[in-house]
């Protein structure tokens, strides 16, 4: 009879539902229930397949078209579970984020106005043995992903240490830059420290004006072409983040188009934000840039003229879009809205840790003077994103997909001065009032 | 069985969710539309004018990702231009929608089987000079085609044409089916009333619901 194991790419977490499991060359992650989750420790040894009728064949189909199993070859490693952590968080906060945010620096080489990264004293920023520390600490808590940024990162000399520490404790590193620094040298280092996904930061359309800030994002525009044929040769995956602005939306069409013919397949859209503590710029800058409602609709009206030709995908931000899927089709794909402090959070250059890059002020504590895992228990002013009354009960109160999407905190917050104010300019909210 | 009444010890065995990351998520979601009968010329019309579709007896709309899904309206509207049954599937997720003329009494007896877990389950609406009954179902990876054939819209409505017949010969069992498996209830005063034998559709529907 053949035998049949977990794949050893394959990372597993107890949780309070019962567990995750996460395919760390594939990027799936399952969230199982208890049975399920048994079974799936069971596997870290080889077994046979369950005979159909027994409760755990159902599994098995999907769980084999997933890679999650694979037949077994005698005397291969198993992958650990986790089957020794402490705190299993309560199921609407996970035990240990799913991905942790590093702005590993402050430090960029450019300054787009409306930049969230607070300032730091760049002598201050955690120093490498820190941050492998942080890593081994993320490790025992069975972190799947480790999402590097900025600021930018590659200014940053011991990246490529950091990132293949990060591969070799299990924790799968993927990489954002604005692409200015990204040549074929950079690149298979990158591919050498285990990068999955590397992506890109591109915030517009070239400006008219040279000299100021559309300087830099033409030069940037110019940076990304050229980093991106060499990128789309390599091994590495690659995105595009796109920060979609009322000023860029005429012109999406065009510039989807034009990432398509550079070769691209993967687009993020990201909706512009406020940061936490605004300067009179930021301030300007989000006002001038942010999306009303009739510019998320336009944007909708995009996305579907083109999914199917790019692979494309939202922040959580935009969850609101998805607003015509059934509430539990949206639980089965993971669409969770606004994750801060509860399957995210964000670790800034100098230890502090926040529940996302939105809400840096915020702040749980230090990773420098406690360990991680306590703050991230502790959740020290992030009760309120960690409350799974709060959504239905704030601006979100009668969506029918509260739940899944719950507006963006950092929107709800600078619109309504709260948390749960929810979103004013939710395009999904308004069609469920008119209706 | 997934069933989730209070007191029972029925072991559940479920993947909750999937997240892609980093791989192209290629679902879609499906809607067919089934006519028995052949449609009016005055149904043909309405459906021309809503769909833009010529009118046959078996429409198909196919919609890919996240952005773009049928207009909210026109499963209500085919359901009352003639067309007898909806057959769907989104993400694994599969529901039949079954359009019979209004009947206040068969709707009466109807109403106490209505029941839903996490979207799964069945309940009932007016539409019209309709009630429309939906049956929701999650099923496993494949399992769609293993349970219905190689093309399981055809197969569920085939079987779901059987449904009509057994509701319209006074027959619930197959809405009771759908309560062994996806009702809850905290007490017996709530519980409906149980339909056995099961009739060959539910025994079907049933059998799916608990394998797969």
């Known amino acids: 009879m053949d035998a049949w194991r977990l794949s050893e790419a394959v990372s597993l977490r107890a949780e309070a539902f019962g567990g995750m499991a996460f395919h760390r060359e594939r990027g799936v992650t399952l969230e199982v229930d208890a049975e399920a989750y048994r079974f799936l420790c069971t596997c870290l040894q080889p077994r046979p397949l369950p005979l159909p009728g027994e409760p755990p064949a159902r599994l098995v189909p999907q769980l084999a078209h997933l890679g999650f199993l694979v037949q077994a070859e005698a005397d291969l490693e198993q992958a650990q579970a986790a089957l020794d952590i402490t705190w299993l968080g309560d199921g609407f906060t996970l035990s240990a984020p799913e991905t942790v945010h590093l702005a590993i620096t402050a430090r960029c080489n450019l300054s787009c106005p409306g930049c969230y990264v607070p300032p730091f004293d760049v002598r201050g920023e955690l120093t490498t043995a820190e941050l492998r520390g942080l890593i081994d600490q993320w490790a025992a808590m069975h972190v799947f992903q480790l999402a590097v940024g900025g600021g930018e990162p590659l200014l940053r000399e011991d990246l490529f240490d950091v990132l293949a520490y990060a591969r070799e404790r299990g924790i799968v590193p993927n990489l954002t830059t604005n692409g200015l620094l990204l040549d074929s040298g950079v690149i298979r280092r990158l591919e050498r420290a285990g990068v999955a996904r590397v992506n890109l930061s591109w915030n517009g359309i070239p400006s008219q004006s040279k000299g100021g800030p559309g300087d830099g994002q033409q030069r940037q525009g110019r940076s990304i072409a050229q980093a991106l044929r060499v990128l789309l040769d390599s091994a590495l995956q690659v995105g595009i983040n796109l920060l979609v602005t009322p000023s860029l939306l005429p012109h999406l069409g065009q510039v989807l188009a034009r990432l398509r013919t550079l070769g691209v397949r993967w687009v993020t859209i990201l909706r512009p934000k406020p940061p936490a503590a605004p300067s009179e710029i930021s301030r300007a800058w989000y006002e001038a840039n942010r999306l009303r409602r009739a510019d998320l609709l336009r944007l909708r009206d995009v996305l579907s003229a083109w999914q199917g030709v ?4 939202v922040d959580s931000a935009l969850a609101g879009l998805m607003g015509h899927a059934e509430p539990a089709i949206l639980r089965w794909r993971g669409v969770y809205g606004c994750a801060a402090g509860r399957r995210i959070c964000t670790v800034w250059p100098d230890g502090s840790v926040t529940p996302c890059s939105f809400l840096a002020d915020l702040s749980a504590g230090n990773a420098r003077h406690t ?12 009760e309120v994103l960690r409350d799974p009354t709060a959504r239905p009960q704030g601006g979100c109160a009668g969506c029918d997909i509260a739940l899944q999407c719950g507006g963006a905190r950092c929107v709800a917050r600078y619109e309504c001065g709260d948390l749960f104010g929810g979103d004013a300019e939710c395009p999904h909210c308004r069609e469920a009032v008119s209706a | 069985m997934r069933g989730n ?40 019309a309405g459906v021309q004018d809503l769909t833009g579709e010529s009118p046959r007896r078996h429409l198909r709309f196919h919609y890919m990702g996240d952005w773009r899904d049928i207009p909210s309206d026109w499963p209500d509207k085919l359901l009352t231009l003639g067309y007898d049954i909806m057959v769907s599937e989104s993400y694994d997720w599969w529901a039949v929608h079954l359009s019979l003329p209004h009947d206040p009494e068969l709707m009466g007896r109807l109403q106490q089987y209505e029941c839903d877990s996490d979207g799964n389950g069945f309940r009932l609406e007016v539409s019209g000079d309709r009630m429309v009954l939906y049956f929701g179902m999650q099923l496993d990876y494949g399992a769609a085609y293993d349970a219905f054939g190689e ?15 057994e509701l319209f010969a006074g027959d619930l069992s197959v809405v009771w089916a759908m309560c062994e498996t996806y009702g809850g209830y905290e007490d017996e005063e709530t519980e409906p009333e ?19």
């Open chain 2, 194 to 212: 149980p339909v056995e034998p099961l009739s060959p559709s539910a025994g079907a529907l049933l059998n799916v619901m608990e394998n797969y």
């Open chain 2, 151 to 165: 093309d399981p819209f055809e197969g569920l409505a085939d079987l779901f044409e059987g449904v009509r017949s």
């Open chain 2, 5 to 44: 009444k209070s007191g029972d010890q029925e072991v559940t065995i479920r993947i909750l969710s999937i997240q892609h990351n980093f791989e192209a998520d290629h679902s879609s979601s499906s809607y067919e539309f089934f006519a028995l009968d052949k449609l009016t010329p005055e149904q043909r």
């Open chain 1, 310 to 313: 790019l692979h494309l995908e």
């Open chain 1, 371 to 382: 360990s991680f895992a306590e703050l991230w228990e502790r959740g020290k002013n992030w």
